[in-house]
């Protein structure tokens, strides 16, 4: 694992860009193309402006979601409608986008995503994010399901779960998918998330704080963290 401190978030997010875009720059020259798996919320928003105004051949890369709540992409709570707004934008807008929502019943939409997904693994690059419980994707402690999508050896790619206390179902990349990306990274900021991350390094038992399967599984994880 590597851990690389910053002063701010700003500056983590130029270095956090200038990385992943090197990174599938250097997969599109490889392989002819590219998959970027990334995450919602208000944390990686500076890093999805500074990507989008990076030129590389966007053309060749597919971005995907490492979970989604399952609402429609105009919903204010959309993670799709986040990345469409936030990052592909500018030079990002040539890239192609691939939903983990669908409009059919829950089930429906993770069979037909997980088959998408499953035509461009492995994933090139996913940016993980953390929440102050612990959960990564969407994988929250004490959640049903946790344990199957957690499953090292596990043989799906997306699951349906429930986010407690949430009020919509979600789907998320289970643990084989991230564990088996060519490059993750971790992105976390403040002093309180900094002592999850440091508490789950010692837990013994993850699913306390599903990181620390990520942390016990992706031994070349690059985390980033900002005060």
């Known amino acids: 694992m590597q851990f690389t401190a910053f002063n701010d978030g700003k500056e983590l997010a130029r270095w956090l860009a200038k990385d992943v875009a090197g990174e599938l720059s250097s997969a599109v020259s490889e392989r002819g193309s590219a998959l970027l798996a990334v995450s919602g919320g208000n944390t990686p928003l500076q890093f ?4 989008s105004a990076i030129d590389i051949d ?3 890369i597919c971005v995907t979601l490492a979970d989604e709540r399952f609402v429609p992409p ?3 709570r959309s993670n799709q409608r ?3 707004l936030e990052l592909l934008q500018h030079k990002a807008a040539r890239a192609h986008f ?3 929502y669908a409009d059919a019943e829950i089930g429906t939409s993770v069979a037909e995503a997980e088959k998408a997904l499953a035509e461009h693994l492995p994933v090139d690059v996913i940016v993980l ?3 102050t419980d612990g959960h990564t994707a969407s994988l929250f402690p004490g959640s049903e399901g946790l344990r199957e999508a957690a499953d ?3 043989e799906r790619l997306l699951m349906a779960v429930d986010a407690p206390g949430a009020a919509e179902p979600r789907i998320t990349v289970t643990l084989p998918v991230i564990a088996g990306a060519r490059t993750q990274y971790l992105h976390i900021e403040g002093a309180e998330k900094r002592e999850v991350f440091e508490t789950a390094q010692e837990a013994g038992d993850p699913g306390q704080a599903p ?3 990520v942390l016990e599984h992706c031994p070349d994880l690059k985390v980033v963290w900002a005060k």
């Open 48 to 51: 999805f402006r500074e990507l």
């Open 58 to 60: 966007w053309s060749k």
């Open 74 to 76: 105009d919903s204010g």
């Open 82 to 84: 986040l990345v469409t």
């Open 98 to 100: 691939l939903p983990l």
């Open 129 to 131: 994010g953390m929440g």
């Open 152 to 154: 090292p050896k596990g």
């Open 211 to 213: 990181i620390g399967f």
